[in-house]
């Protein structure tokens, strides 16, 4: 993940986030609407800035924070909305902190290692650059962490499927595509087993493979050609 996978940003959809005694040019964030909770956050501005606002929203019991629409010393008045970090990540983040070469400011990318495809939990934070590409990377995530196989043609399904029984919740985001997940594998043994038998899932065969005797059940497994 890197401030490359970002959308191209418009100067109208810049935020400043303010934390700590200190604000930023928030560029990219995820945030849940409800709770408040901050999922993930790409910010520019003096080092010093961007390391003060990071402590600050890791620190237990938080500190205040904010996003404000517009760019640092362009904010505008209102619409302050409160962020921090979810109890449930405390412990999974990580920053990366780099010097911009142009303009000589600085880079913060902050994010939970949910949003990490190797990170082992089963809840995992989706970061698309756009709303076409997050069938696809869901299906990646979740074959991931599934018991069960899950081919590559089903994603259009497993993806409608998330949205329809809440484990998969859109998040507040500008800059990025983001999604909360927390898949049921149960839930997901029982949908996938009604879909399969009623035929509104197939598995495409490999045109090399022999015909199989119609009497020998058909599985597939982690590995097959797909």
């Not at 070469?101 to 698309?128: I, Q, S």
């Not at 990377?137 to 089903?154: C, E, G, T």
Request: charge should be negative.
């Amino acid at each position: 993940m890197n401030a490359g996978d970002l959308h191209t940003v418009n100067a109208d959809d810049l935020f400043t986030v303010s934390a700590g005694g200190f604000s930023a040019t928030a560029d990219a964030f995820a945030r849940d609407p409800e709770s408040g909770g901050l999922w993930f956050l790409s910010m520019v501005g003096s080092q010093t800035a961007l390391k003060a606002i990071w402590a600050s929203l890791l620190k237990q019991p938080p500190g205040p924070a904010h996003l404000i629409r517009g760019a640092d010393g362009m904010a505008l008045s209102g619409g302050y909305q409160h962020c921090h970090v979810p109890r449930e990540t405390v412990g999974t983040w990580t920053t990366k902190i780099a010097r911009l070469p142009v303009c000589g400011g600085w880079h913060g990318l902050v994010y939970t290692k949910l949003a990490e495809y190797a990170f082992e939990r089963d809840a995992f934070l989706l970061l698309a650059r756009s709303e076409e590409e997050a069938p696809a990377l869901h299906h990646r995530f979740l074959d991931k962490r599934s018991p069960l196989p899950l081919h590559r043609s089903w994603a259009d399904w497993l993806w409608r499927r998330a949205l329809a029984k809440g484990e998969t919740v859109p998040l507040q985001s500008e800059g990025v595509v983001a999604y909360r997940c927390d898949p049921d594998a149960e839930s997901l043994r029982e949908d996938l087993s009604v879909a399969v038998a009623s035929g509104l899932l197939t598995l495409p065969r490999d045109p090399s493979t022999p015909t199989a005797d119609p009497s020998t059940p058909t599985t597939y497994r982690r590995g097959d050609p797909s």
